[in-house]
């Protein structure tokens, strides 16, 4: 059964959601779809104008894709090479052998990095919410090669979490009307604080990924797997997390100290007024911040 988006918002200029993210889309370099050593293929979207800027991977957060990132792919590519991933069982990319299983997605992705990335360059991961999770599991394998990490509102820490209303499921049985209220709902709950800042592409964003994704990111997160590795995770990093993220406040402070005792110079940087899903909310916010936080200035990044 597919899914009746007509319910959806669309843009002011009148163009639907779908015809805006394929505007944002047809600016990538190349859609790329590499092994993942399983038989799978992992799918990345590539912006390189050939002008040998500093490497940078994005991770999406869970049951999403690429698309977390349609805010941001543009006006970073100005200053870096972007591949934008879609995560193992999540957007267009193939499953890891155990959804469940951090460390099963953590090694497709490893593969794909390897048939993808050029072997003589160093490059950074920003990691959004389980993306985070898996950069920090990833930080593990190519301890040479990667240069930075910024969390963004990641998971998988075993850190307080103030329990809220539970995220409703997305069938493409449900009447156009009642999928567009129902993910409007949860974006309310998960990803936004301010409801205002919840549009068309926010909304079909949702429909589109949480009715496809396979990998059970939820699982991995209460789990703590995040917080497990860390320790063993010598690359730099750093965080940028929205004010009001709805899997952290008010308890943003047990994440720094966490992070602190593990590399004592860790920087958070908080971006007022946002909720978790920062990177599209307070967009130009989050580009300022991660653009600076990457650059050779900062002395942890060389």
């Not at 059964?1 to 163009?15: C, E, I, N, T």
């Not at 809220?164 to 009307?177: N, W, Y």
């Amino acid at each position: 059964m597919s899914l009746d988006y007509s319910a959806v918002p669309k843009m002011p200029d009148g163009r639907t959601a779908a015809e805006h993210i394929l505007t944002i889309e047809k600016t990538a370099s190349e859609v790329v779809r590499v092994p993942m050593g399983n038989g799978g293929r992992m799918t990345w979207h590539v912006w390189d104008d050939g002008a040998n800027k500093p490497v940078l991977l994005l991770f999406h957060g869970g049951s999403g894709s690429w698309i977390h990132w349609i805010r941001n792919v543009k006006p970073l590519s100005q200053y870096f090479t972007i591949y934008a991933a879609d995560m193992p069982g999540l957007g267009d990319s193939d499953p890891p052998d155990d959804v469940r299983d951090v460390w099963s997605v953590t090694h497709c992705v490893e593969h794909a990095m390897k048939d993808l990335l050029p072997k003589d360059k160093q490059f950074a991961i920003t990691g959004f919410s389980f993306g985070g999770m898996v950069g920090g599991h990833i930080a593990t394998l190519f301890p040479e090669q990667l240069r930075k990490i910024v969390f963004v509102g990641a998971g998988g820490l075993k850190a307080t979490r103030k329990p809220g209303p539970k995220l409703r499921k997305l069938l493409a049985e449900m009447p156009a009307e009642t999928l567009a209220a129902e993910a409007r709902r949860n974006l309310e709950i998960l990803m936004f604080h301010d409801p205002a800042k919840i549009d068309g592409v926010a909304i079909h964003m949702q429909i589109l990924n949480t009715t496809r994704a396979k990998t059970r990111s939820r699982d991995m997160g209460i789990a703590g797997k995040l917080s497990e590795v860390l320790p063993r995770v010598k690359t730099p990093f750093t965080g940028i997390w929205g004010e009001f993220d709805s899997t952290t406040y008010p308890h943003i402070q047990e994440r720094i100290d966490l992070f602190r005792a593990l590399q004592p110079n860790f920087e958070m940087n908080v971006v007022p007024g946002a909720g978790h899903w920062v990177a599209y909310e307070a967009a130009e916010a989050f580009n300022k911040v991660l653009i600076d936080e990457l650059t050779p200035h900062k002395g942890a990044t060389g």
